[in-house]
């Protein structure tokens, strides 16, 4: 079984600091958050960027100052998102992906979310494939649903994709696949050959998915973005406490945890 | 175990007739075919309208004549679509649902569709499930993923929908669910309680998928709204042939064929 | 997919005259069912010898006897039973493997058996495996509980077995696993890799597994010794006719079924 | 989801002092280990009985002994095993029963277990449960591989046996199931409703099994009968290390640990 890695998804596109105070917002506060988390186990970041006024944004300068600022503090894997906020187009979700950060995820699909949906078109998610290749990205896969599964089975058949892939499975979204037991289970009966998986368990989901991953040899991603509780009807203060916590468990369940080399050598990223 | 409930999805919203030539498109024809469906065993038609050119419409009157001209030919359950055609408004895509058909299909999310997205935003969700509580519509839920199946059970637990609810389990659309044994298998287990259940298996999932429905008490979807062949490299000659191999497998497994008043009590429709 | 492999249990070790009239007992009446099944579509018929007063027997003289009037009449393939009865020896049980039929059977465990045990020690297990290397006689490896899989699992490791193995998975003995869809799912989810499969539903299950297998790609086992039944309350007039019924599904879902020859290529046995 | 309830397996029938220095044998070393366990977080301790030599028994007087002085240390609930050891008879077997202990064992069926068998004949299986009705004494049924959960689903519809029952996972045994997570969730999947589970895993399968049960709502069995290691090369310094860290890591889950009254009311044992 292969050291575990802690993903930190530490903003997100939608939360907010009315709904959690110790939310990071801005490139430094990221920064910060980035270093305590990787000190507290975490060896990829999952980064969002928000504009002064905390609205999301994929402005590339922002991601730019964002990933200096991390780099400047420590060596945790940069992962950026692509998944932008409703109404914006592909271009701009892709922004910081010109950046060349090691990572970036690569959403599978489109999925009600929410009150909302969440628009993957087939036609930008060729896009986002094109441009991870092009700037040398290692792409998470992220998965909110069956179905996205096997349209990334039908990208690895047609060799669009070449494996082993690293996927998230993002479980417990309203309007997307439950965030239980069950549908972990499900969906990783149904991964591809030598793929690595996390599992980012939204709200009351994260923590009992997160064991689950580290028994079953999968990864965790914790943070404000999935989930703001540390426990019922208590905020967790800080994304590193997340992330502590699951580092705790899997000592105790004798997984290791991995450092960003680490975890660069299991998902294959080249530096 | 219940009698056994065919559909016939006679036309569907995109396949054409250069890609099977019987399909039906004018009320005459759909009305034809339904009766020929009903014969071979159907109980239930799924219809779509088109316009003289083929294109898809929602348009009410084309609904109203295809209900009144299959009513004057057999006793066959109508299902109206509500899925409409990329592009289409929530009310336009209701607009048949007026019409108070026994039946009507609301999709349960949205979801990347071939080289499209069909979109069913939450908010029209609501609103198709309002009207067809208005109209007295019968709904039959299409879930075309996971996470569907999980919103549906949302709206049972929050009690806008009341149980038992009757599910179309629609498998192997590109971008959707895998038309697997293993997809059919999990949506089964995750069945709100008492729920009745079809299965459209798109392509050459069809066949394999109503022979496993048969033998787990379920129902079956044909006809060539999903899948124009009847086998590798040879086209159906007509819906009904499609229906009449359901049956004939249903007969030699021992479950009867319903007709379209036991299909009526099983589904809890009121005349 | 492979072509369908129907197996008839002609007439096992319990089921009496009382039960099934048409029971074939005698070398002669065997050798006849035998003929019929293989011209309905059985590949290989599955052998248990009785005695004139009707009780089991391994008695190696009467297996030759049927084996060869089998061989008179027809091609289709010879797979002893090693299962004997309640208080026979391992020796005993293994007499005729010493015939080298082209198959045998060799339960992988120890279970309850309705009101028995039927009792398959690690050590006669052994015993069992080691004659039929000895004799070149392929095994099918009988799997009645999920614990059995996992043994052959071990026997591959240890290179104790080498595959692709072929095995049977009895559901519905009462003490064994369920006759249900989601055991039939389950233990196909554990095979190991290449293996080929064939289902044996006991009473009521039969024709329900028999189908699942069919669309699952797996192989299918019939005959007095599972099922005394064509229908509810209608018992089946010979086992020929239940093999008659699993070819005609086969055809209705695009299955060929396999000649004897095209059955010991799809299993590896030389002759 | 209920309160954790760990249970403890001091001592086995099988393991010794070779294997594991620290086993506990007799009264006087299980009283105190009980007690080390109750106060580490166990609510249920799982014992066997030994003769001077460390031979296995089922000796009335050696368990009367026992149960003595764990009540006189603790107020933990005693659960005796009617596993015996090869060769017993069922009357043997079942002596400590008229102990009226709150619980003991039931093994649901017959299973190769390592080298030997594992015999538990449906005569005997019934005559153990009228004993546990005579004696008042709350059964929990051992369940080592899927068909076992069969043979009690069918008590139940028999009536022979009331629900809600309390069923225990052994996981691992080499001839039964496998000690995995599919082997977990299937099992869950299966059980009679409102059944209350703990799960045993054997060795290796120990740690990540009870991780599994912790996020799963089940509850956790461990001690040196099913694992004598506390890592891979180190083993366990006491049964009490074993039940700690599980009570560490169900802490770090938010699952509240019970006390022994609180896992009679779970249970629903009476006093
Ligand atoms: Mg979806
Ligand atoms: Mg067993
Ligand atoms: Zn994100
Ligand atoms: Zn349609
Ligand atoms: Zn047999
Ligand atoms: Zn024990």
Redesign the interface.
């Given at each position: 079984m292969d050291k575990l890695i802690i993903t930190a998804a530490l903003t997100g596109a939608e939360v907010t600091r009315e709904q959690q105070p110790a939310l990071p917002l801005t490139p430094d506060e990221i920064a910060r958050a980035a270093e305590e988390c990787a000190q507290a186990g975490a060896s990829i970041v999952h980064v969002h960027a928000r504009r002064p006024d905390g609205t999301p944004t994929q402005d590339k300068a922002i991601y730019a100052e964002i990933i200096e600022k991390i780099r400047a503090r420590c060596d945790v894997i940069v992962q950026v998102s692509t998944g932008g906020a409703v109404g914006m187009t592909a271009a701009e979700r892709l922004a910081p992906v010109e950046l060349r950060p090691e990572m970036a995820t690569l959403s599978m699909?489109?999925?009600?979310f929410?009150?909302?949906?969440f628009?993957?078109?087939?036609?930008d998610m060729a896009a986002f494939l094109a441009a991870m290749k092009e700037f040398r990205v290692r792409p998470e896969f992220e998965i909110?649903?069956?179905?996205m599964l096997?349209?990334l089975?039908?990208w690895l058949k047609q060799g669009v994709v070449d494996g082993p892939v690293h996927v998230d499975l993002v479980l417990g979204?309203?309007?997307?696949?439950?965030g239980t037991?069950?549908?972990l289970?499900?969906l990783r009966?149904?991964l591809p050959p030598e793929a690595t998986w996390t599992v980012a368990g939204i709200g009351a989901a994260q923590?009992?998915?997160a064991?689950?991953a580290?028994?079953?040899g999968g990864h965790v991603r914790v943070g404000f973005e999935d989930n703001v509780w540390y426990?019922?009807g208590e905020l967790a203060t800080s994304n590193a406490q997340l992330v502590a916590?699951v580092a705790?468990?899997a000592g105790?369940?004798?997984r290791p945890v991995a450092t960003p080399d680490e975890a660069r050598e299991i998902l294959g990223i080249m530096r």
């Amino acid at each position: 079984m292969d050291k575990l890695i802690i993903t930190a998804a530490l903003t997100g596109a939608e939360v907010t600091r009315e709904q959690q105070p110790a939310l990071p917002l801005t490139p430094d506060e990221i920064a910060r958050a980035a270093e305590e988390c990787a000190q507290a186990g975490a060896s990829i970041v999952h980064v969002h960027a928000r504009r002064p006024d905390g609205t999301p944004t994929q402005d590339k300068a922002i991601y730019a100052e964002i990933i200096e600022k991390i780099r400047a503090r420590c060596d945790v894997i940069v992962q950026v998102s692509t998944g932008g906020a409703v109404g914006m187009t592909a271009a701009e979700r892709l922004a910081p992906v010109e950046l060349r950060p090691e990572m970036a995820t690569l959403s599978m699909g489109s999925v009600n979310f929410g009150d909302d949906v969440f628009l993957n078109h087939p036609a930008d998610m060729a896009a986002f494939l094109a441009a991870m290749k092009e700037f040398r990205v290692r792409p998470e896969f992220e998965i909110f649903d069956a179905g996205m599964l096997h349209s990334l089975q039908r990208w690895l058949k047609q060799g669009v994709v070449d494996g082993p892939v690293h996927v998230d499975l993002v479980l417990g979204v309203p309007g997307a696949m439950a965030g239980t037991p069950e549908s972990l289970m499900f969906l990783r009966s149904q991964l591809p050959p030598e793929a690595t998986w996390t599992v980012a368990g939204i709200g009351a989901a994260q923590l009992p998915l997160a064991a689950m991953a580290i028994a079953l040899g999968g990864h965790v991603r914790v943070g404000f973005e999935d989930n703001v509780w540390y426990r019922k009807g208590e905020l967790a203060t800080s994304n590193a406490q997340l992330v502590a916590r699951v580092a705790r468990i899997a000592g105790e369940m004798e997984r290791p945890v991995a450092t960003p080399d680490e975890a660069r050598e299991i998902l294959g990223i080249m530096r």
